[in-house]
């Protein structure tokens, strides 16, 4: 007999998402900038829609519960274009499953 | 159109505000009586114009519109920005519904544009009073210089120090091409009206406004300004970007008050030699 995984309808398991620019690669560092995407439906976040923070760190996620699931890369800049601005370096994601 | 007064030119400190912010905010610059006109014109709409037209010819059969554009600080704020007699890119009257559910993800206008010696100037006008919940622009200040194309920023909802407009009804923005924005959410009971034309440049944007407070220390000051949702790292390269831009603008390719850029370009090509020492020299060195 082959056992199936419970689908989340099953589980009722939701995941949410929160994605945190910060200042720095570190993740004790500032948060620069945030965005969050929340799978339960319940609420519906957006561009601009608050000046202000949900955590002063990315350490202050940790602390609250949060699970990091991937951190930006540190790549070299392209030769060439050294001092060129672009994206923000420093992307961390955060779920929680609820 | 004519030749604005110098006393509606920018000044260098503002000029250097836009180089720093990639905006330059005007309250409450139109008047009541143009500002109570302006839902009823915006909302026949206003003509078309052909990309490239002279702003001068742009609106013939808009009074509205050169009226706008003829106010002497606005006139003279174009005039310093982009120059005599720019072309009109583009126009559009934006209207974010009551209750309009949705916000515009955080972009920048047409596609990616890294011109360093040159930049448009987009003018949106607003005729009403804007309430936070109205949802007025969001900009991220600082912005403009960031090499990114389109909405590829749009994962970005929101950036600490970021500016959602409250203003004034008659307040006009002029905002670099670069400078990352959107339209936000109206939550409010009132449509929200806003009138944009991009502006081209036809001549070099060199020393456009009224240069005569051109090495006052608050230009430096305002070059020099960091923004809160910058990176440490990336910050610095902010200032270096905007040195280059300056230069650009003002003619002037060795002005750098805080060394940003001079210390990274400096190659020294003098060679100091030490003839005594070289045994190949065939001078001789006399014992004194």
């Known amino acids: ?29 500032r948060v620069v900038g945030w965005s969050t995407y929340d799978g339960t439906g319940e609420t519906h976040p957006t561009t601009g829609d608050s000046d ?14 949060w699970r990091l699931f991937q951190a930006s890369q540190l790549n070299p800049p392209y030769p060439g274009h050294e001092y060129d601005v672009s994206f923000l370096k420093h992307e961390f994601f955060f779920e929680k499953i609820v | 159109m004519p030749h604005p007064h110098r006393k509606h030119l920018l000044t260098s400190v503002q000029m250097a505000h836009f180089v720093a912010t990639g905006a330059l905010r005007m309250d409450a610059v139109v008047p009541d009586d143009m500002n109570q006109q302006a839902i009823e014109v915006l909302k026949a709409g206003i003509p078309g114009v052909p990309y490239g037209t002279p702003l001068s010819e742009a609106f013939v059969d808009s009074e509205f519109v050169e009226r706008l554009v003829q106010l002497p600080e606005v006139a003279g704020a174009i005039h310093s920005l982009v120059g005599p007699e720019p072309t009109v890119d583009h126009h559009a009257v934006h209207i974010r519904k009551a209750h309009e559910g949705e916000a515009q993800n955080l972009h920048g206008d047409a596609i990616i544009d890294v011109r360093t010696d040159a930049f448009d100037v987009q003018l949106m006008y607003y005729p009403q009073d804007v309430t936070l919940e109205m949802g007025g622009t969001l900009s991220v200040p600082g912005s ?30 002029l905002l670099h091409h670069g400078i990352w924005h959107g339209g936000r959410k109206n939550d409010s009971d009132l449509d929200r009206y806003m ?3 991009r502006f081209n440049p036809t001549v070099r944007q060199v020393r456009l406004w009224n240069t005569d407070d051109l090495y006052d220390d608050a230009v430096a000051a305002e070059l020099e300004q960091n ?4 990176e440490n790292a990336t910050g610095r390269l902010e200032k270096y970007n905007r040195i280059m831009l300056w230069r650009a603008i003002s003619g002037d390719d060795t002005y750098d008050p805080n060394y940003w850029v001079t210390r990274v370009s400096n190659r020294p090509q003098r060679v100091v030699t030490d ?14």
């Open chain 2, 195 to 197: 009138f944009k034309i």
């Open chain 2, 144 to 173: 403009h210089l960031r090499r990114t194309n389109e909405s590829d920023t749009g994962r970005y909802q929101n950036l600490r120090g970021q500016t959602r407009l409250v203003c004034p009804a008659g307040t006009v923005q």
């Open chain 2, 275 to 288: 003839r005594a020492n070289n045994p190949h020299t065939k001078v001789k060195r006399e014992m004194v």
């Open chain 2, 227 to 230: 923004f809160p949702w910058y």
């Open chain 1, 52 to 65: 202000v923070p949900p955590y002063e760190t990315g350490l202050d996620a940790l602390k609250d519960g």
């Open chain 1, 1 to 29: 007999m082959t056992a199936t995984a419970e689908t989340p309808l099953q589980t009722g398991l939701r995941q949410q998402v929160l994605v945190l620019y910060l200042a720095s690669s570190a993740l004790d560092a």
